[in-house]
């Protein structure tokens, strides 16, 4: 039997292969062999249904992170050198066709907004205490947040240990950020 789960990992899947045409109901039915009836035993709307991809993205791929490099104990470059390392590990194509989806559909660019700004709100505490300000923290955690979406929208496209040159970059270039 098809479960909730399996229609919202094959929209996971389908987004991160073939971007977010290939998430419709239509297409996922069709390749988890079942009727497009089938969608609706398990969610209420297609609204519903991004809801339920969109909180299992960021469940995955930014919670999860953030609360494994929290564990790295009280020291904000141990937190970054987590929060890198786990960035490390997610997929840059969903995160792409993610927010391809979200120049379409504005469900989905809700999403990332909060998401977004999820990011920026775990990292304001982390850069703060690194540079002792905490209004310079806040600048910097979304200049970070936004250096990361722009490395995932770049061309060519970034190599996969890039982000742990960025820790030593950062550590090079704070002491210029704090006399700004």
Partial sequence: ?????????????ALHEEGHMAATPNRLAHKLGLTRGSFYHHFCSLGDFIDAIMERFEYEGIIMGFEKAEQKGN???????????FAETRSYHLELALRAWGLNHARVAHHLERIDAERERRLIPVFAQLIHDPEQGRRLARLAMLAFIGRLCSFPAPKEDEFSGWLIDLKCLLPTAISC
């Fill in 75 to 85: 020291d904000p470059w141990h937190q970054l050198q987590g929060m890198l390392s």
């Fill in 1 to 13: 039997m098809v479960a909730r789960e399996d229609w919202i990992r094959a929209a996971l899947e």
